[in-house]
């Protein structure tokens, strides 16, 4: 397989966008990719993969069109590919599989979602329907955040997790999004706001729940010998992971983990040749504090059952010894789902690079562990300087 | 007869869950060929894609595995909240588990992980039929 580089990053302004459509968002990050390399203009550009998650929030079946179309791309190869909240992370694998195979020299992959408009009832609905609606969410309306509040549930009894560590994570998260001029709610909480926050699915309050978010996000992918003329600080992508889980939570053989994020996570370190102690920075899925927690278990950055020991001690600060969520998280930087797998490269690529609001120090290695559903799919990406 | 409070998938090769349901039996399906019990029932085989399966009637008793409150519900479950859910693990095979409401007769406060519940069959209004997880 041939060696596949991001060399440039495009990222709109996450948040409540109602000056804009799903089109011109995803224009904003393609723009903004292009500027950030020598690639001078989308002619040069081979082929495009578009994430979007749900044509319900789009307002659009078959939505994949309206931006290529827009981004002045028509007549180029173009799929569009779902993975639920992990559909970012899918369109990375469709490019770096079509450079790695030698199909494609430069690729553009492209993630956007537009959730606000559809409201609070309606988001909630159509993210619950993510999860399976013959056998759960018709039958027992559990939501998105249902399914996680019984992971929590059960993490808490096995191993004494509190809420009030769950709400560290949050604060952690909010704290780093305040320097992340493209996060949805750059704002610092506190525990005691989590803890007073309204219950929407106990134990998970408001502010263990990321946010309803507009955003699209970009990064232009190539092979090798395009790097080399394209850019200075090239970013490799040296593993891959990809797993699945059952589709319905109530069949998971644990409710205090998720076993596919330790499925692709070891797939991802075998490929890249690292051990988890080489990676110096990540971002991991954080759609629910819990799920932050459960990702340091999962992915070996602390043993299962101490999660709730390595946000006590800060450890996953910008500043501590395992930085996690330095842009904010989808906590506090917000989670348009198509985007969202896109947005962690981004993330992860300035942070390589040298280029972060909170830039951790030297970093060579990074990780981005992007979850699709409740474990449905799971994507680990290990990139490198 | 069909199965939870806002069916959505109605047609299917195991629509006969919702009518023993009704008869106060809680079915799942397994395998003739390598013996694997699976809830929710399937009509075919995951592991030997074969469809020759019988159905095998569940104790419903087991331990609480988990839980949650809604207090915020989808469109369609907007009437309900806050209403509570659970998951319990079987007490013949814990790799078998049901998820279900939580009985009303059962205080919040007083629910705990590893509690003995029971899965039992509740009929609904307009020709539907759930479960709830009542205490022993």
């Known amino acids: 397989m041939k060696k596949v580089a991001i060399v440039g990053l495009g990222h709109s302004k996450f948040g409540v966008r109602k000056d804009i459509s799903l089109r011109e968002m995803a224009y904003e990050s393609v ?15 081979e082929a495009s993969v578009t994430g979007i998650t749900s044509d319900e929030f789009a307002q659009q079946v078959v939505p994949a069109p309206i931006i290529t179309d827009y981004i002045g791309m028509v007549g180029k190869p173009n799929v569009r590919v779902e993975a639920a909240c992990a559909t970012g ?53 559990v939501t998105f955040p249902g399914f996680y509040a019984m992971l929590a549930i059960a993490h808490m009894a096995k191993f004494g997790t509190t809420s009030e560590q769950l709400a560290k994570i949050a604060v952690k998260n909010h704290k780093h999004g305040v320097s992340n001029p493209n996060a949805h709610m750059r704002k610092e909480i506190t525990v005691e706001k989590v803890l007073d926050s309204f219950m929407v699915a106990y134990p998970l309050h408001l502010y263990d729940c990321c946010l309803i978010t507009d955003g699209a996000a970009a990064i232009i992918m190539v092979s090798e010998e395009k790097a080399k003329e394209l850019t200075d600080t090239p970013i490799w992508i040296e593993g891959i992971g990809c797993s699945t889980d059952t589709a319905t939570v ?29 990676v110096d920075v990540a971002t991991v899925h954080d759609c629910f504090t819990i799920a932050e ?49 896109i947005s962690m490269a981004v993330e992860i690529s300035k942070q390589l690079r040298g280029e972060a609001y909170n830039q951790v120090e030297g970093a060579e290695i990074g990780l981005a562990h992007n979850v699709g559903g409740s474990g449905q799919y799971i994507f680990v990406n290990i990139y490198r300087r | 007869m069909l199965f939870g409070k806002n069916p959505i998938i109605t047609q299917t090769k195991v629509s006969e869950f919702a009518e023993r349901l009704k008869e106060n039996k809680i079915m799942g399906t397994k395998c003739k060929k390598c013996g694997q019990i699976y809830y929710p029932p399937r009509w075919a085989c995951a592991k030997c894609l074969t469809e020759e399966n019988e159905w095998v009637e569940l104790s419903g008793e087991g331990k609480l595995a988990t839980f949650t409150t809604l207090n915020v519900g989808g469109t369609k479950f907007e009437k309900d909240i806050p209403y509570t859910v659970g998951i319990i693990e079987l007490k013949e095979d814990q790799n078998i588990k049901i998820m279900g409401w939580i009985s009303n007769n059962i205080d919040r406060e007083n629910l705990e992980v590893g509690m003995d519940l029971k899965a039992v069959p509740k009929t609904l209004e307009d020709d539907k039929i759930t479960i709830e997880l009542i205490k022993v």
């Open chain 1, 89 to 141: 992370s899918a369109a990375i694998m469709t490019a770096y599989s079509w450079i790695a195979s030698g199909l494609y020299d430069i690729v553009l992959a492209v993630g956007a979602e537009k959730m606000h408009e559809a409201g609070t009832s309606h988001a909630t609905e159509i993210m619950a329907m993510a999860g399976d609606s013959q056998w759960e969410y018709g039958p027992f309306g």
């Open chain 1, 293 to 341: 927690l459960l990702a340091y278990e999962d992915l070996d950055f602390c043993k299962k059952g101490d999660g709730g020991k390595l946000i006590d001690e800060g450890e996953t600060y910008y500043d501590g010894s395992t930085p996690i969520n330095t842009d904010g998280g989808l906590k506090s930087k917000g989670h348009p789902l198509g985007a969202t797998g």
């Open chain 1, 31 to 45: 723009k903004g990719a292009i500027e950030d390399c020598n690639v001078g203009s989308v002619d040069e550009i």
């Open chain 1, 250 to 278: 109530m069949e998971r053989s644990t409710f205090t983990g998720i076993n596919s994020t330790r499925k692709a996570a070891q797939m991802a370190y075998k490929m890249a040749g690292i051990t988890i102690k080489d």
